[in-house]
């Protein structure tokens, strides 16, 4: 017996970073996860390559000092 692509169990997808402190900052980034309002609403369209980008361009936005 083979195995169908519909056997399988689905790929789990990258998680949101979102963290509930949704508030968008004067450059309309999250002050909780650090997303853009952009890809917020791309967020559940995203490829999981796509939510790993964003995620790490998150991060980094998060590390950065203010100003």
Do not use: F, K, Y
């Amino acid at each position: 017996m083979s195995s169908t692509n519909s056997d399988r169990a689905p790929a789990a997808r990258h998680p949101s970073p979102c963290v509930r402190r949704c508030c968008l900052d004067d450059a309309d980034v999250c002050v909780g996860c650090g997303r853009t309002l952009a890809e917020i609403c791309e967020w559940n369209q995203a490829s999981d390559l796509r939510r790993r980008e964003i995620c790490a361009a998150a991060l980094q936005r998060r590390r950065l000092p203010p100003g």
